[in-house]
């Protein structure tokens, strides 16, 4: 069974960069879509960014669009988020998630924390 590990995530002040990583643990990584869904504190879960297999067609919720970036390097069975212009409400805990139709794996989470 392959594993998702997010790591990248911090205390960032508003308006700062970060990038996020997602390492898989087998090549079956190459094989699906790839997705960064977030749960801000009281919230429900918000798909912000997916990624075709091959790295060609990506989708951005308005609320992140122009501001993140998803990426993958199948060759380090990785999945990136680059976040720039961060805001307050960006804060959430963001997961690696596989799956297009379904999303039948997850990650652990790492926190994203945006405050002066």
């Known amino acids: 069974q392959m594993q998702l590990v997010e790591s990248g995530g911090a205390l960032v002040q508003p308006g700062g960069p970060l990038r996020l990583s997602c390492v898989a643990s087998t090549s079956f990584f190459r094989t699906d879509w790839m997705n960064w869904v977030r749960q801000a504190p009281g919230k429900g879960l918000e798909c912000v960014s997916s990624?075709?297999?091959?790295?060609?067609?990506?989708y951005y919720a308005d609320s992140v669009k122009g501001r993140f970036t998803i990426s993958r390097d199948n060759a380090k069975n990785t999945l990136f988020l680059q976040l720039n212009r961060l805001r307050s409400e960006d804060t959430a805990v963001y997961y690696c998630?596989?799956?297009?139709?379904?999303?039948?794996?997850w990650g652990q989470g790492t926190q994203v924390t945006v405050s002066s």
């Open positions: 998630v596989r799956g297009r139709d379904a999303y039948d794996l």
């Open positions: 990624i075709d297999i091959g790295g060609d067609s990506t």
